[in-house]
């Protein structure tokens, strides 16, 4: 994978359903969410310049724990489970609500949530109780758009600009992202390195 400068350092820490069971960590947090398939666990990878820390998968729905892991030993990323996918059985299905608004109450250190969505997809309901969620607990919503190189250039921006008026944001506050071309990273942690600094 090509160098990426922003990362020294990456482990895994652990995988969490209860609250009981989330890592006894006092570092800045950074979630990542979005529906099954967008490409939680494939950004995550990038992110951190590993090809598989977070486990990436075509059967969508693999990641269905709390996955914790510590970057530069400064601040925790953590790859929620993904939402909606009719294959994953009704009981994990069920499970999933509360795990992850169980989190977002829970998790004090949390200081922006990462919303993912695929750029050939309109968000609905689900994004926007995503978006309620955060903004009932204080965090900072980070809207990305995912997979952008499944779009011919001039297919992006109008469909970046759809997603964007969809939840209600203008264009220039989501981040345009693509996994395959890295398109995105050098914003993406930008905005993350805002959040994670120790206040001077
Ligand atoms: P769950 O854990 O099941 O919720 O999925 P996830 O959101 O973690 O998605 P994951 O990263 O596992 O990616 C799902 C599929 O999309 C895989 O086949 C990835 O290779 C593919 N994918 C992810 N990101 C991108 C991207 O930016 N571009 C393209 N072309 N494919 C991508
Ligand atoms: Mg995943």
Known sequence: M???HFVKDVEFIKSAVRPKDYPET???EVAVAGRSNVGKSSLINRLVNRKQIARVSNTPGRTQLLNFF????TFVLCDLPGYGFAKVPTKIKRA???MV???LSERPQVRALLLLMDVRRTPGDWEMQLIQWASLHGYTLVPIVTKVDKLSVSKRKPAVAKVARAIGVSSDQVIGWS???GQGLEDLWKTI???VSPVS
């Open 2 to 4: 090509a160098d990426n």
């Open 26 to 28: 006092e570092w800045p």
């Open 70 to 73: 510590l970057v530069n030993k």
């Open 96 to 98: 999933w609500g509360p």
């Open 101 to 103: 608004e169980t989190y």
């Open 179 to 181: 996994s395959v071309s």
């Open 193 to 195: 390195n805002r959040f």
